[in-house]
């Protein structure tokens, strides 16, 4: 099953230091259940982004920084594992090097399961699609 984890944190960040950078790659490359890497990486601040929303029929374009925003999504990876617990586990992992090797670094993983298109069905009582009770191994 595939799960993003996205990391989140207060938009004054700084770089990942190395240190934490080294022990994620030495993560990786030792572990003997590590997950499938399917996608991973670290995004722009919010002044170099753009929001697009759609609200009351009509589409508006917003350029950062966006002033309201306390928490941003910093980083983000899609990841294989076998169960939603499995996924977890790696997260508090992941967590546990940043407290290890960034002190004072404040923020959160969150982990949700990818879906992909025939891991939903069609619910003739409802007009939107649910995911079914058992998703595909997509």
Do not use: C, N
């Not at 004054?12 to 790659?25: F, G, M, N």
């Not at 969150?110 to 939903?120: G, K, T």
């Amino acid at each position: 099953m595939k799960f993003m984890m996205l990391i989140k944190h207060t938009e004054d960040r700084k770089v990942l230091p190395k240190e934490l950078s080294d022990a994620i790659t030495q993560q990786r490359e030792h572990s003997e259940i590590g997950p499938v890497i399917v996608a991973s990486g670290g995004l722009a601040p919010t002044a170099a982004s753009s929001r697009v929303r759609l609200a009351g029929g009509k589409l508006t374009v917003t350029d950062g920084p966006f002033v309201e925003t306390k928490e941003v999504v910093g980083g983000f990876a899609i990841l294989e594992f076998k169960s939603r617990e499995e996924a977890a586990e790696s997260a508090r992992q992941y967590m546990e090097l940043y407290r290890r090797h960034w002190p004072g670094w404040e923020g959160e993983t969150e982990v949700r399961q990818v879906y992909a298109p025939e891991d939903y069905t069609l619910d003739a009582g409802r007009s939107d699609l649910q995911p079914d009770a058992q998703p595909g191994k997509s």
